[in-house]
């Protein structure tokens, strides 16, 4: 247990110096350091924003059951089933069935064959059926089964989540914490943040964009009127919709070269492009309405068939709004508006308070521990110390190198930290004290001592990383800080226990081989 070859000496303070050193840049001005990362501070530090977003799928209920009524219409017809009285409210689809054909309906209805029955989905994960249905007096009620609505709202907060990390992420805001909270709500917390006010008007924008026809004929689609908001103009717009923004690939805001007033510079996907090329070369000398969340941002006269796949929108923008427009389009339009329920702003000098007390108590401990390995192991407990310093420093330099968030919670996993890494060296020396008691040589009691009690230093800190990792599985927030902070630095703590530690009481060791030693 003491040797140690030349290779392994080297292998070990390399590995120490390579990862410690990260964690210098965080007590220095990242320009002037080489290396540029640091450890991000979590909301309870650093101060920021905190949101509670409530999504109401109730709309998406709606439309899904909208969806069913001309692929239900063409199944009946398909199965010569005749039905009249056909009426859709905003929960049920209803209509009536002759008593002969009730059967004929219920067959395909409850089919859960994925193949042939396309209008009513058969959930495996919920072993239901998408919707349920009554028959009374050969009156069909058809409704959204009880999973079938699970299955909805599942869905709008999983994409709304999606939407709103792009959202964020574009901002370019470090660490932001987006979670779900219920069956309906997402929690946003974002650290550090500046601008709360148009992070909350970036979230609370649909950003579902159209193009439609401006017309003065009602045709079959029917029409509706709009106020442009460039120039104030009502106009009367098709709702057939020619393009939508699922068929945009990407969105930049630009300065125009004519007037140099900003836009936003947008193309399209190849579907897209073959869309807007057709509806753009067919209405040259029209106008085009652009519609954004059911608002008219511009309505321009179509000059020329557009058929690159590239276009702008203009409408009296600034640079900052045509910028947030583009990441609004960038990132895609959420399936149903977002709520803001709840809000809360930290400010820096809580942070900072918080960061000062976890510091303080930090060192406080940090320097009792000195004292006390010092007076109780005297040189040994300088080891001690020193492995103590160098597990710090190494936990300090992997939360950098990984660019962890550090939270208050977090402090408390590295001060605990600290007491486990005391415990390890105090098992050690325990040990070898008993070993030394019973006569045997320094060497021999040194070597049973750390033999015997890593075995018990690596239950210990095995059975706590279990603990710390189903933390951080099922934690979330500071939960998820501590757990990170102490995963990491009970691996440290092993490695500058069983290595330094080891390593710099065997140089004592052998110098003093003929000595009587006592700890």
Known sequence: MLNFSKTKILSIYLIFLLVSIFSLSNFFDSNKFFFEKKVNLGLDLQGGSYLLLEVDSSSLEKKRLQSKVIPLKKKLNENSIK???????????????????IDKFVAFFENKNKNENEINTYLDRYNSFELDHKIENGRVNIYLSKYGIIGIRTAAVEQSI?????RIDEIGTKEPSILKRGNNRILVELPGIKDPERIKELLGKTAELSFRLVTDDTGEFGREKFLVQASNEEIYVSKRIILSG??????????DNLNNEPIVAFSLDRLGSQRFGRATSKNIGKRIAIILDNEAISA????????????TISGNFTFQTATDLALLL???ALPTPLTIVEERTVGPDLGKDSIEAGVFSLIVGFILVIIFMIFKYKRFGLIANFSLISNL?????ILTLLEATLTLPGIAGIILTVGMAVDANVLIFERI???LNKENSNIQAFDLGFKRSIVTILDANITTLIASIILFIFGSGPIKGFAVTLSIGLVTTLFSAYFISRHLTSIIVFKNREKKITI
């Open 300 to 311: 321009p006269v179509i000059r020329d068939s557009i058929t690159g796949g590239n276009g």
């Open 246 to 255: 699922e068929n945009l690939v990407d969105a930049q805001p630009r300065y």
């Open 162 to 166: 999606e939407i709103v990390r792009r």
């Open 433 to 435: 004290k008993e070993e």
């Open 393 to 397: 420093l190494m936990l300090v330099g």
């Open 83 to 101: 039905f009249n009285n056909f009426v859709i409210d905003e929960k049920s689809i209803k209509f009536n069935l002759k008593t002969n054909d």
């Open 330 to 332: 960038r990132s895609g």
